[in-house]
């Protein structure tokens, strides 16, 4: 499998200008079918990714689009960062501290669960990411996790 994913404006970057340089996915679904044939996978993966398959290929191809398809209704997915903190929504900065839990209940995993669970309750309903070019996370990829 491949996926592709449309760039988020996560930390600042000097390479290039994310508002001239963002290529949605249909645009890349476009350059695919130009060479092969592609079919809406029937299968949930469960995640943000929408699959398409090749006729006559095991191949799955992947395309997670937070700019042209916002999927944060269905969005089940957070992450920890290396500091412990369990972000709730890549385009938000909204987290919960479960180092501080870890660390405040280091023998049982009940405090834990309960941190993760209320948290659930906080995740927002959508992010506000636009295609501007302006960074709206300060945070990179490789801070979050994931």
């Given at each position: 499998?491949?996926?592709?994913?449309?760039?988020?404006?996560?930390g600042?970057?000097?390479?290039?200008?994310?508002?001239?340089?963002?290529?949605?996915?249909?645009?890349v679904?476009?350059?695919?079918?130009?060479?092969?044939?592609?079919?809406?996978?029937?299968?949930?993966?469960?995640?943000?990714?929408?699959?398409?398959?090749?006729?006559?290929?095991?191949?799955?191809?992947?395309?997670?689009?937070?700019?042209?398809?916002?999927?944060?209704?269905?969005?089940?997915?957070?992450?920890?960062?290396?500091?412990?903190?369990?972000?709730?929504?890549?385009?938000?900065?909204?987290?919960?501290?479960?180092?501080?839990?870890?660390?405040?209940?280091?023998?049982?995993?009940?405090?834990l669960?309960?941190?993760?669970?209320?948290?659930?309750?906080?995740k927002?309903?959508?992010?506000?990411?636009?295609?501007?070019?302006?960074?709206?996370?300060?945070?990179?990829?490789?801070?979050?996790?994931?």
């Amino acid at each position: 499998d491949i996926s592709f994913i449309e760039e988020m404006p996560l930390g600042e970057i000097s390479e290039h200008d994310r508002g001239l340089a963002l290529c949605t996915s249909e645009e890349v679904r476009d350059i695919i079918r130009r060479h092969h044939e592609l079919i809406p996978a029937t299968e949930d993966s469960g995640g943000p990714a929408r699959y398409f398959r090749m006729p006559d290929s095991e191949v799955r191809v992947g395309f997670i689009s937070p700019h042209s398809h916002n999927f944060c209704s269905t969005c089940n997915r957070v992450r920890v960062t290396v500091e412990g903190r369990l972000l709730l929504c890549l385009g938000n900065e909204h987290s919960v501290d479960l180092r501080r839990v870890l660390r405040g209940h280091p023998v049982t995993d009940d405090k834990l669960q309960e941190a993760i669970i209320k948290a659930m309750d906080l995740k927002p309903e959508r992010h506000h990411f636009t295609s501007n070019g302006d960074v709206q996370i300060l945070r990179f990829m490789n801070m979050t996790g994931g």
